[in-house]
């Protein structure tokens, strides 16, 4: 199918010949406000049935949408076609195609809607590959492995018609009890930045849209709570929560951004023109659309007290920079309209957003003549029923899950081992845990499982989710495998305790596995406004922690959570702790192959590992007076430093060196370090480099990771592994609130963890003080060369 009939296809904006620009121009030229404004928001069929709520205050802000009423004036975007229901994913497709070629018969232009969909641990909809959570990402280190994945959801989005995805988030952990953890890539933000900026590299190099999100201090809202203000200074915000955003704007190719909820220092930023205009477009450059977090525009009359009415909201929004309302209409709709036809609100503020919307369909195509609505996988079959559909596309293939269980087996953590793992050979294993046999207990909040499927229990879950407990049985066919639940995931309930102590004696070994349930808006320990009071283990299971430990049997703590949580006695009397953030479908089978030792562990912490439950804020990216002193009784530090992580082929570190003892401010210095693994078996290092500016002429954190290397090392295996280090990776915001590369020494080291720095390297910067800008370099070009 083309343009209908009905639509000039002679008009300028659908001759292909003409610079895009002028296309756009044209079209808008011939539109009416109604025509322009209904292109500026999306509808969300079907999201105001009964049920829980799966965005905030849903139930409050949806209305009913009479689309016959709508239509005419055209639509800007359709959210989530599939991931609101349960949808077979080939019907889901016929009905999207259906749907489209409905809007572009309806309207005057033929204009079809962009589709857009979550995707933030895989393409959320019904049957589609579960992948780990972000802050398994980050566990990996591995930037390339995390852009292949960001590629595999972007084809099978695009597949089925999606045009855009809802994901990464880059905001950066401050305050691990907030909920969203779990969708973080982690608390540093060059890691976050790297990781990110690979993600959305392989979903635009799809063909589809990636949306940065949520721009920005959403992660730094007080006391972790969800959508609470945000009251940062100008240097974390700087230093801290803005470059991994303008790393991924710089390097990714990103087409779309996300405003976040929060208010900073007092201004919603849906409504922050400094943030969203002067910062985001002026100075960076931005040229794609930003699209409203769900309801947010709506949030700055309902909750903020900022917009009088529901048209002073979209005046406020759009005169900040906001282009698309989502997820549905509500302050863009009829009353826009005529606010605008009034001369209440400025038809510029309605063109400009408009101009960039239609830039966008027109890059995807959208405005040209020959445009189809059918989508890759139905070939053919656009005049099928949805019988004949059925069934016939798979979004979890053998490759899909292949790469799963690599990013799983990556991202999995041995963070403690007393020399019990790798265990050859067992006779009988006990394990225990409310997420020992729980399918759900791999998946964030935003899996589609988790997400929505809960609401619809009388279906399949659509992908294999294997329990712990099955794949430690199978990893382990000799063993005699017993199983003791001991205590639910948050209920407080004790009564399982003897059990779980009987199910361990005798035991070679207990797996005890703990963690959290991902949910929403309370419905789990972990998630979307699922926030922690403190990092205590939910409901009772560190007492149940407690009473394994007790039993003297050899116990691995298996973590299956979606943020640190502080361990009691388990850092100094389990003989082993396995942290696995939401590792996906694939992620059992990963814990599993690191008991046994098939897979040689290689994930390092994203996030620090808490000593005290109660010692929140705080993240390794800490000033000296926020570590601990004597002047309080309060310890901060963490059990598990950011960046740690054990294997089974240590490597040794040696003959760290510098070419040079100075450099100017604008120059560079090389560091390398010789790494070589003396074992019998093949390994990965993780070779961190961080920076420590000992005086500076505003606080700096004491150690700050500048670049980092996954180093495989095979058994025997020697290399050196080189950091060419540019000056402008020592620059900060200054106190006058300027970038700037200040004289002196600087301290550069080499890290397991950013706790553990096994050499350093002091360089000293001459010269006058340089400024510098969001054109500074960013990265330290890393080489791994043969060392005899």
């Given amino acids: 199918m083309t343009l209908h009939d009905h639509v000039r296809t002679d008009a300028p904006w659908h001759d292909t010949s003409l610079p895009l620009d002028d296309r756009v121009d044209s079209l808008i030229s011939a539109m009416t406000v109604a025509e322009k404004v209904g292109q500026l928001y999306g509808v969300w069929v079907g999201a105001s049935d009964d049920g829980e709520d799966v965005a905030p205050h849903q139930h409050d802000l949806s209305e009913e949408v009479d689309l016959d009423a709508l239509l005419p004036s055209g639509l800007g975007q359709l959210t989530r076609p599939f991931g609101t229901a349960p949808v077979d994913p080939a019907v889901g497709a016929l009905s999207l195609m259906r749907a489209q070629q409905r809007i572009v018969a309806a309207g005057r232009f033929g204009i079809p809607a962009i589709a857009h969909e979550e995707c933030l641990a895989g393409f959320a909809t019904w049957g589609a590959t579960a992948y780990p959570v972000p802050l398994g990402w980050g566990a990996t280190f591995d930037p390339d492995l995390i852009r292949e994945m960001g590629g595999r959801i972007g084809a099978d989005m695009r597949s089925v018609g999606v045009h855009q995805g809802l994901a990464p988030v880059l905001d950066v952990v401050r305050d691990a009890r907030w909920g969203r953890v779990e969708e973080t890539i982690g608390e540093d933000p060059y890691l976050v930045g790297t990781v990110a900026t690979a993600y959305i590299q392989g979903v635009e190099r799809a063909g589809v849209i990636a949306t940065l999100k949520h721009f920005v201090g959403y992660s730094a809202s007080k006391a972790g709570r969800n959508l609470a203000p945000v009251s940062v200074g100008p240097r974390e915000l700087a230093d801290v929560l ?421 450099m100017s401010p604008d120059g560079s210095v090389a560091v390398s370090i010789h790494l070589g693994n003396a074992g019998d078996r093949d390994g990965v290092e993780v070779v961190q480099l961080y920076l420590h500016d000992p005086v500076a002429s505003t606080v700096r954190p004491v150690q700050r990771l500048i670049a980092y290397a996954r180093v495989p090392l095979a058994a025997g295996e020697r290399v050196r592994v080189t950091f060419e280090v540019p000056a402008d990776l020592a620059s900060f915001t200054g106190a006058d609130g300027r970038r700037v590369v200040e004289p002196g020494d600087i301290v550069l080291g080499f890290g397991r963890s950013s706790a553990e720095i096994v050499a350093t390297r002091t360089v000293r910067i001459t010269g006058a003080p340089r400024r510098v800008d969001h054109t500074r370099a960013l990265h330290a070009a890393v080489t791994v060369t043969p060392d005899a």
């Fill in 242 to 662: 803005l470059p991994p955003f303008e790393m991924a704007l710089r390097e990714s190719g990103v087409r779309s951004v996300m405003n976040s909820y929060t208010d900073l220092d007092g201004v919603p930023t849906a409504a922050d023109a400094t943030l969203l205009t002067t910062l985001l477009r002026d100075t960076w450059g931005f040229d794609g659309t930003v699209v409203a977090d769900y309801f947010s525009i709506a949030f700055l009359k309902e909750l903020h007290g900022f917009s009088a009415e529901w048209t002073d909201a979209a005046r406020d929004a759009l005169a900040a920079g906001i282009d698309v309302e989502l997820p549905t209409v509500k302050t863009f709709g009829s009353a826009l309209v005529r606010a605008v036809e009034d001369g209440a609100v400025d038809p510029a503020l309605i063109d400009r957003a408009l101009r960039r919307v239609l830039r966008q369909k027109g890059e995807l195509g959208m405005l040209d003549p020959d445009w189809s609505p059918v989508p890759a996988v139905l070939g053919g079959r656009a005049e099928a029923s949805a019988d004949d559909v059925r069934g016939l596309v798979d979004l979890d293939p053998a490759g899909n899950r292949a790469l799963a269980r690599r990013i799983a087996e990556e991202a999995v953590v041995l963070v403690r081992n007393d020399g019990l793992l790798p265990v050859a050979r067992a006779t009988r294993i006990a394990v225990i845990g409310p997420t020992a046999a729980d399918p759900y207990a791999v998946l964030g909040c935003y899996s589609f499982p988790a997400h929505v499927g809960v609401r619809h229990p009388e279906l399949p879950l659509g992908i294999a989710l294997p329990t712990l407990r099955d794949t430690v049985a199978a990893e382990f066919p000799e063993a005699d495998v017993v199983w003791a639940e001991g205590t639910s995931i948050d209920g407080g309930d004790t009564d399982g305790f003897a059990a779980a102590r009987e199910a361990a004696a005798g035991a070679d070994f207990v797996v005890l596995a703990l963690g959290d349930r991902a949910g929403l808006f309370g419905r789990g320990t972990s998630g979307e406004g699922c926030d922690a009071a403190d990092l205590t283990l939910p409901g009772a299971q560190q007492q149940l922690m407690d009473e394994i430990l007790a039993t003297g049997v050899p116990t691995v703590v298996a973590l299956l959570s979606g943020r640190p949580y502080a361990l009691g006695r388990a850092p100094e009397e389990a003989s082993a702790i396995v942290q696995a953030f939401f590792a996906g479908e694939e992620g059992t089978g990963a814990i599993a192959g690191v008991l046994s030792g098939r897979v040689n562990p290689s994930g390092r912490l994203p996030v620090s590992i808490p000593r005290d439950p109660g010692a929140q804020p705080s993240t390794y990216l800490a000033a000296t007076l926020a570590r601990r002193s004597d002047v309080s009784n309060i310890d901060p530090g963490p059990a598990f430093a950011f960046g740690h992580g054990l294997g089974y082929a240590p490597a040794v570190w040696s003959d760290a060196t510098a070419t040079a003892a100075e």
